[in-house]
């Protein structure tokens, strides 16, 4: 039961991950290879105020949202004066930096050592250290995060993003701000990444730098394409398939001696499949009728 709770955890997260990608890269079309950076810039943050100064959980989620934020914020200035490619590319520079940060500089991050006792969460009075107390938390946040990026993008702000996605030449034609709205996009995009980072650190009680890859960045971007840009339940269907689809095939049997290898054969075959079912990928194989959220 504890292995069951301890993966619906994990998809909690990732569809946390995935949503607030879903901002910039569903409904504006900003693909970003860095979200895995302030991922972790919100588990250190976290980290960091709960080891050195006793802060609580409540007063580090405000605030590794506001250091994520300001940091996309500033990066923002600059990835946003180049376009598509270019645009990913630059992201994918700043991922690199971001780990490097974190791995080499020892006096704040403690480098490769990581950061051990993070302490568990309490609320009124109550630590939530049994997995389905965390998993209940983890679901709300969960829930508000999907409710608060389903109202933006049924507003006004929403549909220029959509517009910008769409067309960007036409959105700046009609006296639409582009750069400041994909400035904003970015930039809450990275606040709410912040939140499963806090929520991550707190849960395992340990961090360091191997969480907060380029590879963790490749991965959250398949959950948000395979579950299509723009869909946020479709990034909720797509976390759990590639968090539960692995665990799956680890009791197929095979001989040990091959295992390892067919299993990622296994894996690449089923995401290729499931990519060809459609644009919405994942979420095709739930329901008869997908479409994007507009």
């Given at each position: 039961?504890?292995?069951?709770?301890?993966?619906?955890?994990?998809?909690?997260?990732?569809?946390?991950?995935?949503?607030?990608?879903?901002?910039?890269?569903?409904?504006?079309?900003?693909?970003?290879?860095?979200?895995?950076?302030?991922?972790?810039?919100?588990?250190?943050?976290?980290?960091?105020?709960?080891?050195?100064?006793?802060?609580?959980?409540?007063?580090?989620?405000p605030?590794?949202?506001?250091?994520?934020?300001?940091?996309?914020?500033?990066?923002?200035?600059?990835?946003?004066?180049?376009?598509?490619?270019?645009?990913?590319?630059?992201?994918?520079?700043i991922?690199?930096?971001?780990?490097?940060?974190?791995?080499?500089?020892?006096?704040?991050?403690?480098?490769?050592l990581?950061?051990?006792?993070?302490?568990?969460?309490?609320?009124?009075g109550?630590?939530?250290d049994?997995?389905?107390?965390f998993?209940?938390?983890?679901?709300?946040?969960?829930?508000?995060?999907?409710?608060?990026?389903?109202?933006?993008?049924?507003?006004?702000?929403?549909?220029?993003?959509?517009?910008?996605?769409?067309?960007?030449?036409?959105?700046?034609?009609?006296?639409k701000n582009?750069?400041?709205?994909?400035?904003?996009s970015?930039?809450?995009?990275?606040?709410?990444?912040?939140?499963?980072?806090?929520?991550?650190a707190?849960?395992?009680?340990?961090?360091?730098?191997?969480?907060?890859?380029?590879?963790?960045?490749?991965?959250?971007?398949?959950?948000?394409?395979?579950?299509?840009?723009?869909?946020?339940?479709?990034?909720?269907?797509?976390?759990?398939?590639?968090?539960?689809?692995?665990?799956?095939?680890?009791?197929?049997?095979?001989?040990?001696?091959?295992?390892?290898?067919?299993?990622?054969?296994?894996?690449?075959?089923?995401?290729?499949?499931?990519?060809?079912?459609?644009?919405?990928?994942?979420?095709?194989?739930?329901?008869?009728?997908?479409?994007?959220?507009?």
């Open positions: 039961m504890e292995y069951i709770l301890h993966l619906f955890i994990l998809i909690c997260f990732y569809t946390l991950l995935s949503q607030s990608l879903n901002l910039s890269a569903g409904f504006t079309g900003l693909i970003s290879l860095a979200h895995a950076g302030f991922y972790g810039i919100g588990a250190y943050t976290t980290a960091i105020l709960s080891t050195q100064f006793g802060f609580s959980f409540w007063l580090n989620i605030l590794a949202m506001f250091i994520s934020g300001a940091i996309a914020f500033i990066v923002s200035l600059i990835a946003l004066r180049t376009v598509e490619d270019y645009f990913i590319i630059c992201t994918l520079g991922q690199v930096i971001l780990f490097s940060i974190m791995n080499n500089w020892m006096d704040l991050t403690r480098g490769p990581g950061i051990p006792g993070i302490p568990s969460i309490s609320l009124l109550f630590s939530l049994s997995k389905i107390s998993l209940l938390l983890s679901l709300f946040f969960v829930a508000i995060i999907w409710f608060v990026l389903r109202n933006i993008s049924k507003s006004g702000f929403g549909k220029t993003l959509t517009a910008i996605s769409e067309d960007e030449i036409y959105s700046q034609s009609i006296g582009v750069y400041l709205s994909k400035t904003v970015f930039t809450l995009s990275a606040m709410f990444a912040a939140i499963p980072g806090t929520l991550y707190h849960y395992i009680s340990y961090i360091d730098p191997t969480s907060f890859t380029v590879a963790e960045s490749i991965f959250v971007l398949s959950i948000v394409i395979i579950g299509g840009l723009g869909n946020l339940t479709g990034s909720f269907l797509a976390a759990a398939f590639l968090v539960l689809l692995p665990e799956a095939l680890r009791f197929v049997g095979m001989p040990d001696s091959i295992a390892a290898n067919m299993r990622q054969i296994i894996y690449g075959l089923i995401l290729v499949v499931v990519m060809m079912t459609g644009k919405n990928g994942v979420k095709e194989l739930f329901t008869s009728k997908a479409k994007r959220i507009a």
